[in-house]
């Protein structure tokens, strides 16, 4: 086996006979597989079983029933069942045209890189397959801000939120990546230095269906790139620094109201307290939920730690206010701070304990 295909698709049945029968034609007579790593919950599975049938070469199908990690979840399960050593990682929505393949095979023979990245972003490339302008603005500023943060290892990579590209299984350490969300090109970069080539392609529109992409998908993206730049801790900062400024603007909205000051900071607490931790679930620890136990009991043990440090916070925050004069909303400020640290310890050693 020379190749193995790996397509993540997500409710894409009517997709599957043609991107199929184009990659077929593509291949002309090379060795390959594809593997469909699917996540859908409609009749996909039973179309690309149907489909496999009748193919003039192998077709697998990984049906997962609990999608974890999403499409970069899947794309790395589909890496561990490859038959080759060289995987290409393509959608199912042929936004990849597969005649483009033999360029990126080509590219790989030269036998000097780990990596072929198709990309939108070099000269004989474009992006006006992206439906419109402010996707295409979002993912430029993204690719901006990505290569910014890691400029050495993404140094010959115009286009690392592309999810098209042939991959040396390895060269890459498949058991230490850690995807979530879209960006399973970026998560392989960023963890070791590879050696990237680029070939230009075209990305097309959607055949069929519509795109998975949502605001949801964008914040799994920034987290991504917080946890793989400066590690959980740092995510887990953004998430609790969000959540301080957003306590502070209820308690300040509450005492312009009229209401206590300690009153206010209650409930802006109560209310911030539900909100951080369900950002820490589906953001910062969502890699660790599987193992975790139940959502439930992981609620109930952050909620009482968060309602105990609240409630030894509070009369410290008074002490602040009343003995050594500091204003109340800085106070409150301070006192985060502090609960913040013990937060993320309690949070990383016991809420989500395996
Ligand atoms: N298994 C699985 N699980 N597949 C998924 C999931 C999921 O949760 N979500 C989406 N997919 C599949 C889709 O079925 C499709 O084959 C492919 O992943 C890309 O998803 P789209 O919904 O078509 O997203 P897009 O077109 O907005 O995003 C594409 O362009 C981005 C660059 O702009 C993808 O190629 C991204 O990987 C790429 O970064
Ligand atoms: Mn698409």
Redesign the pocket.
């Known amino acids: 086996m020379d190749l193995s295909i790996i397509?993540?698709?997500?409710?894409?049945g009517p997709n599957v006979g043609e991107l199929l029968r184009r990659i077929g034609e593509a291949m002309g007579d090379r060795r390959f597989e594809v593997i469909f790593?699917?996540?859908s919950t409609d009749d996909t599975p039973a179309i690309i079983a149907a489909a496999a049938a009748k193919a003039p070469y192998p077709v697998r199908l990984l049906h997962?029933e609990e999608?974890t990690a999403?499409?970069g979840g899947?794309v790395v399960e589909g890496v561990h069942l490859a038959a080759a050593r060289w995987c290409l990682v393509m959608?199912?929505?042929l936004?990849?045209p597969p005649e483009d393949i033999p360029r990126l095979l080509d590219r790989a023979a030269q036998g000097d890189v780990d990596v072929v990245v198709a990309s939108r972003y070099i000269a004989g490339g474009d992006?006006n397959g992206?439906a419109d302008a402010t996707?295409s603005t979002v993912?430029r500023a993204s690719t901006l801000l990505t290569k910014s943060m890691f400029p050495r290892k993404l140094h010959g990579c115009s286009d690392p939120?592309?999810?098209?590209f042939l991959v040396d299984r390895e060269a890459v350490d498949v058991d230490a990546l850690r995807p979530r969300g879209?960006?399973?090109l970026l998560e392989i970069l960023a963890r070791r230095q590879l050696r990237v080539a680029e070939v230009p392609f075209q990305?097309a529109s959607?055949h069929a269906g519509?795109?998975?992409?949502s605001i949801r998908q964008g914040l799994r993206f920034l987290t991504q790139l917080a946890m793989l730049r400066f590690g959980r801790m740092s995510a887990f900062a953004l998430v609790g620094g969000a959540g301080a400024v957003v306590n502070l603007v209820i308690m300040w909205g509450l005492i312009r109201l009229g209401v206590d000051y300690v009153v206010a900071a209650i409930i802006a607490s109560e209310l911030t307290i539900i909100g951080n931790f369900l950002l820490l679930e589906f953001l910062v620890f969502a890699d660790m939920r599987a193992e975790s136990g139940r959502m439930w009991h992981r609620f109930l043990k952050s909620f009482a730690f968060n309602n105990v440090e609240a409630i030894i916070r509070i009369p410290v925050m008074w002490v602040l206010v009343e003995s050594a004069h500091i204003p109340s909303v800085l106070a409150a400020g301070l006192t985060l701070i502090a609960a913040f640290v013990l937060r993320f310890v309690f949070h990383a050693l016991v809420v989500y304990a395996p």
């Open positions: 397509v993540p698709t997500f409710n894409e790593a699917d996540d997962r999608a999403g499409l899947a959608d199912g929505d936004q990849h992006s992206l996707r993912s939120m592309t999810g098209f879209f960006k399973i990305f959607r519509e795109s998975k992409a």
